[in-house]
């Protein structure tokens, strides 16, 4: 079993859908965890942190169920804008020395006019 | 966003040849990391420094090696270049603590004939 794994899309929608990602992760131990968003050939950018309490920054909402070991993206009203990768990133580290951020391979969504 | 700069952004070489990319930061973060991205795949680490004296391999070090010359800059080198380490190259850093998210550089695609 990979340690993160995502939808493995693509998802193509309509704009105005709403669209949700999940991923999940082998280690419960594992201390953070983050949606980022890459652009076809680009850096990574941090989209959000995902806290225990769930979050939520404008259109996107982040959750996260330890006891199931998945973390969710919720992204409303879907823009042209928001087509890109998705990558899940799980810090499985713990302690200062112990940052072991591990990636997932990315789930693709394509908002179509 | 220039924060974290590598150089060069693209590199075409020959088999066997050595290579350095380099990695600068003006975060002022302590840890550094550089991984490759290949097609399809999530980012998998090469190698990571917590403070210019810690240098630890990552999951995929082998045929590279790194130099933190300074808290700003951190090298990686291609001793002698195979065409499977043809990919994109990404250099990141973050603050200290567990919850902190890695910023990342433009990226370099490298390829090697």
């Known amino acids: 079993r990979k340690e993160v794994e995502q939808d493995p899309g693509p998802f193509n929608v309509p704009e105005g859908a709403t669209v949700a990602f999940n991923c999940t992760y082998s280690?419960?131990?594992?201390?953070?965890f983050f949606w980022y968003r890459q652009d076809c050939r680009k850096e990574p950018k941090l989209l959000m942190s995902v806290y225990s309490s769930g979050n939520e920054d404008g259109r996107f909402t982040a959750q996260l169920n330890r006891a199931s070991q998945y973390i969710s993206l919720l992204i409303r009203d879907s823009k042209l804008s928001d087509s890109a990768t998705y990558l899940c990133?799980?810090?499985?580290?713990?302690?200062?020395?112990?940052?072991?951020?591990?990636f997932g391979p990315g789930t693709r969504l394509s908002v179509l006019p | 966003d220039a924060d974290v700069t590598q150089t060069p952004r693209n590199r075409i070489t020959k088999t066997g040849k050595r290579i350095m990319l380099e990695c600068s930061q003006t975060?002022?973060?302590?840890?550094m990391y550089w991984y490759r991205q290949d097609p399809g795949l999530g980012l998998q680490l090469i190698y990571y420094s917590f403070d210019v004296k810690d240098i630890n391999k990552g999951e995929i070090s082998d045929g590279y090696s790194v130099s933190r010359q300074a808290q700003a800059k951190f090298s990686l080198s291609l001793e002698s270049a195979i065409p499977n380490q043809t990919a994109l190259y990404f250099c990141?850093?973050?603050?200290?603590?567990?919850?902190?998210?890695?910023?990342f550089g433009d990226g370099t695609r490298l390829s090697i004939l």
């Open positions: 975060k002022g973060h302590d840890r």
């Open positions: 990141a850093t973050s603050d200290a603590g567990d919850n902190q998210p890695q910023h």
């Open positions: 990133v799980v810090n499985m580290g713990a302690g200062n020395y112990g940052q072991n951020f591990v």
């Open positions: 280690n419960s131990a594992s201390q953070s």
